[in-house]
């Protein structure tokens, strides 16, 4: 037993967490956890808004696999968090937020700073907590990482009164923490793989596809075992990108509303589809009634009540993605499978991958963003991490840049929060030292959080942006061309900032090649000089995002050019 | 699809801010609550909540998985219709100063075997135990007598026998 202070608790009880690193930004009320931390070893990134702190945590934790942490004081410290959880939360990342809070005697005065945090965070945390007593810290910290990092992975936010940080306690650290009603499924239900293996096995054109969660169970081996002893094809949603190497010969691509002509075809023709670790949203599926129409779809996910929420399943597999993998994997090896390797089907793929490239756009003066991307990826080591920014930039990236390994392709998925790349890439920065890492932006996304450039710069947290600028809300802008007559509004931004100025303002470098060829050098010597470097890549203004699934379309319906 | 009253009963952790995680799920899925109660066991960090709603199978289906999903919810049913015994409660007050809406009223709180819990010069306050479509029959009974206020408590329900939550 420790008598110490409730933020001294805290302090030991993330190291007894082997939290390494905090992104946060100090206030009034988080006062004597600010003094607690001064005393430890744990890293301090000082963001420039709360919102990047949450960002950050996300990026690290997704590149990582490791709780992510962030901290911010009471009021609008707490409420500048909220998108940043929200993200987190939607694409089932690991985050833990702390709060301060006004002195309890003040709750409900409508103090100073005072936020009603744990009510506004309600619907966008897998939990949360405020801490009355000093000596219950030790236990809400431990909860905190419990819930966040088991079953499906979210956000938890901790609120934190002052007067409960400055008291004086008998301090007990629980080794384990427990819920009655928190129960997690890992291991699947023997039945259920059996369903799930006997559906398989007599499969004609079996298909898979992956989602966040096979990242998130470290399952990328075993995915593409079973694809090999199948011989089907996966396709991923965009939060599964990277769980396939892109040059598997069975890897499709996406699917959904910016996926592959092959991918969301296949999906149409399957009469057997896996979905493992994949909440099946309306942008991954188009029309339901029009998802993969001809498919006994079954469905593996650890969290039940994401089956039959939008696609209705033949059968389900509750559990762990990896654990119901390999238990599928065993079953398949001791039945014989009766068309495994089914020829026809396999030629399928490679028939569709050859019929939807997409045409060379000629005579046009400017850089095109699916050349730019891939130029970028000429640059980069294969381990190298992406992170993305919202809207065309990310579905370009999303189609055109080459992922090889899980964790190596950070996306705001289930939010579409615009500025989340940037900071995220800073966090994954902080957890992955070893690798390069490069936010795709475009220029309406990076202006939200360009901020965080002097967090990048002041901690040597060395990012690589690259700016697909071509000086609009482009995603916004192609939907007023497409479906609104294109009626602009609110859409053009003109030509401020001058990035590399800003860049250069803060320190950072700035670059705008003028060429492909130019690109590669910017992006080559960024990492060698290993300094914050945005490379502003200007590119035509009207480009659009192809392929593309109208909205309320089925995926086969999918468009290749206006 | 058939959106019929379901009975949905589940065990909670009896702490503040659960009654609002449980309602803020329903408003936020766009889940429609019909009644509600809740009251604590006899161990008293537990409570049981009955909820009503009307729902198609599909989207009942999806309340009990979101509810079983809150750390907070420890077990979730939802009750068996023809097993399952359910009653609601009214506090009704009559306006009764003429004695032959008095009259009338003992009568039909006899005839729904209330109690009768006030009476003054002017009014009375009655007690009615039933099923929902019971307390709705004995309320237009005596609207035309007139009703001056009244309160409902929301459905509370058991299921039969050796069924338990």
């Given at each position: 037993m420790l008598r110490i202070s409730g933020a001294e608790a805290f302090v030991k009880a993330l190291k007894r967490e082997e939290v390494d690193t905090v992104f946060g930004l100090p206030g009034g009320a988080i006062l004597p956890i600010c003094d607690a931390l001064y005393d430890s070893d744990i890293r301090f990134i000082l963001a420039r808004h709360e919102q990047g702190a949450a960002h950050m945590a996300d990026g690290y934790a997704r590149a990582s696999g490791r709780v992510g942490v962030c901290l911010a004081t009471s009021g609008p410290g707490a409420t500048n968090l909220v998108t940043g959880i929200a993200t987190a939360n939607i694409d089932s990342s690991p985050v833990v937020a702390f709060t301060g809070q006004v002195p309890i005697p003040m709750i409900g005065t409508d103090?100073?700073?005072?936020?009603?945090?744990?009510?506004?965070?309600?619907?966008?945390?897998?939990?949360?907590?405020?801490?009355?007593?000093?000596?219950?810290?030790?236990?809400?910290?431990?909860?905190?990482?419990?819930?966040?990092?088991?079953?499906?992975?979210?956000?938890?936010?901790?609120?934190?009164?002052?007067?409960?940080?400055?008291?004086?306690?008998d301090m007990e650290f629980p080794e384990k923490v427990s819920f009655r009603g928190y129960r997690v499924q890992e291991e699947p239900d023997p039945r259920e793989l059996d369903w799930a293996s006997v559906l398989l096995s007599r499969a004609k054109r079996p298909m898979i596809l992956a989602g966040g969660g096979v990242i998130s169970s470290n399952a990328s081996r075993e995915l593409v075992a079973l694809a090999e002893a199948l011989m089907a094809p996966v396709a991923t949603t965009l939060m599964g990108k990277g769980a396939?190497?892109?040059?598997?010969?069975?890897?499709?691509?996406?699917?959904?509303?910016?996926?592959?002509?092959?991918?969301?075809?296949?999906?149409?023709?399957?009469?057997?589809?896996?979905?493992?670790?994949?909440?099946?949203?309306?942008?991954?599926?188009?029309?339901?009634?029009?998802?993969?129409?001809n498919a006994k779809v079954i469905h593996v996910d650890i969290d039940r009540s994401e089956i039959d929420k939008n696609v209705e399943t033949v059968t389900r597999v509750v559990g762990d993605a990896r654990l119901a993998l390999v238990g599928i994997l065993d079953r398949?090896?001791?039945?014989?499978?009766?068309?495994?390797?089914?020829?026809?089907?396999?030629?399928?793929?490679?028939?569709?991958?050859?019929?939807?490239?997409?045409?060379?756009?000629?005579?046009?003066?400017h850089m095109r963003a699916p050349e730019v991307i891939k130029a970028l990826r000429r640059s980069l080591p294969r381990d190298a991490i992406v992170t993305t920014e919202v809207g065309q930039c990310q579905m370009w990236a999303s189609l055109y840049f080459d992922s090889y390994a899980p964790r190596t392709f950070l996306t705001s998925g289930g939010l579409g929060t615009m500025g989340w790349g940037f900071p995220a890439a800073i966090g994954a920065k902080a957890a992955r030292r070893d690798v390069p890492v490069v936010d795709i932006a475009g220029d309406g996304s990076f202006a939200m959080t360009e901020n965080n450039l002097a967090t990048s710069v002041e901690e040597e947290l060395p990012v690589i942006v690259v700016i697909l600028n071509n000086r609009m809300l482009g995603m916004v802008a192609q939907w007023q061309r497409l479906f609104y007559g294109r009626r602009y509004f609110g859409v053009e931004l003109g030509k401020a900032p001058d990035f590399v100025k800003l860049a250069e303002a803060y320190g950072a470098v700035g670059a705008r090649p003028e060429s492909l060829e130019e690109l590669e050098r910017e992006v080559r010597r960024a990492i060698e000089v290993d300094q914050t470097t945005v490379i502003d890549v200007p590119i035509d203004p009207e480009e659009n995002v192809f392929p593309m699934v109208p909205p309320g379309k089925g995926l086969k319906e999918f468009i290749m050019g206006a | 699809m058939h959106r019929s009253l379901s009975i949905v009963s589940f065990l909670v952790e009896n702490k503040p801010g659960v009654l609002f995680?449980?309602?803020?799920?329903?408003?936020?899925?766009g889940f429609n609550i019909e009644s509600i109660s809740v009251g604590p066991l006899d161990d008293p960090e537990l409570a049981r909540m009955t909820i009503t709603v009307r729902a198609d199978s599909r989207v009942l289906n999806q309340i009990v998985e979101q509810l079983d999903k809150m750390v907070d919810v420890i077990k979730v049913k939802r009750l068996d219709p023809i097993r399952t015994v359910a009653r609601e409660m009214i506090l009704v007050k009559l306006q009764t100063s003429d004695p032959m809406a008095r009259e009338e009223a003992l009568k039909n709180i006899n005839s729904y075997h209330g109690l009768i819990l006030d009476i003054d010069a002017e009014s009375i306050i009655a007690e009615v135990t039933g099923e929902t479509e019971m307390i709705d029959e004995f309320l237009k009974k005596v609207s035309?007598?007139?009703?001056?206020?009244?309160?409902?408590?929301?459905?509370?329900?058991?299921?039969?026998?050796?069924l338990r939550l």
């Open positions: 103090a100073f700073q005072e936020v009603d945090i744990i009510g506004v965070s309600a619907s966008v945390t897998k939990y949360n907590i405020q801490v009355r007593r000093a000596a219950d810290i030790p236990w809400a910290v431990k909860a905190a990482f419990y819930l966040a990092s088991t079953g499906r992975k979210g956000a938890v936010l901790v609120d934190i009164p002052k007067d409960v940080q400055v008291s004086v306690e396939v190497p892109k040059d598997h010969p069975l890897y499709v691509g996406g699917c959904g509303m910016h996926g592959t002509g092959e991918a969301n075809t296949l999906l149409a023709e399957a009469d057997v589809l896996l979905v493992v670790g994949a909440r099946l949203s309306d942008r991954t599926t188009g029309l339901v009634k029009d998802f993969s129409p398949l090896r001791r039945i014989r499978l009766e068309s495994s390797g089914d020829s026809e089907w396999v030629r399928r793929i490679n028939e569709l991958r050859e019929l939807y490239v997409m045409p060379e756009a000629k005579g046009n003066p | 995680n449980v309602t803020n799920l329903f408003r936020r899925r035309p007598i007139g009703i001056l206020e009244f309160s409902r408590t929301g459905v509370t329900a058991l299921e039969k026998g050796r």
